[in-house]
């Protein structure tokens, strides 16, 4: 059984190497669901409550439980916030309109992105 960081390092493992083979869509995809992952697993160790009793917060619900749940500095947390709603927006880009570019660029500034947030909460490999 994973662990959601040991989802995070995986997703963040993927999106690099999609990265480099020139799959951008799939690159910016795993980046954001690393972020996600890291996200998750700090809010599972502090115990926040999910909607509709999940084991996982909503998309929609992340930048709220970042700010109100985690025990970081709180300029970390509104850094996090941003770094997620802009993972999230470029993820729905990639996933779900086709008619938006994705591009070598964006793969790589959501790659640094999901690198900063997993840094920020200090995921690293156990």
Aim: hydrophobic letters at 40%; a positive charge; one cysteine or more.
């Amino acid at each position: 059984m994973s662990t959601w960081q040991e989802l995070s390092l995986d997703c963040l493992r993927a999106a690099k190497i999609l990265a480099n083979a020139g799959h951008w869509r799939s690159s910016v995809n795993r980046s954001y669901y690393a972020a996600y992952s890291a996200v998750t697993s700090r809010l599972v160790e502090r115990s926040a409550s999910f909607a509709h009793g999940w084991n996982n917060p909503g998309h929609e619900q992340l930048p709220n439980l970042i700010l109100h749940n985690l025990t970081l500095p709180m300029n970390t947390r509104r850094r996090l916030k941003q770094l997620i709603l802009f993972l999230r927006d470029a993820r729905e880009n990639a996933d779900y309109r086709p008619g938006q570019t994705i591009d070598k660029d964006k793969a790589f500034v959501c790659l640094r992105n999901a690198e900063a947030v997993l840094r920020d909460l200090e995921v690293q490999n156990e």
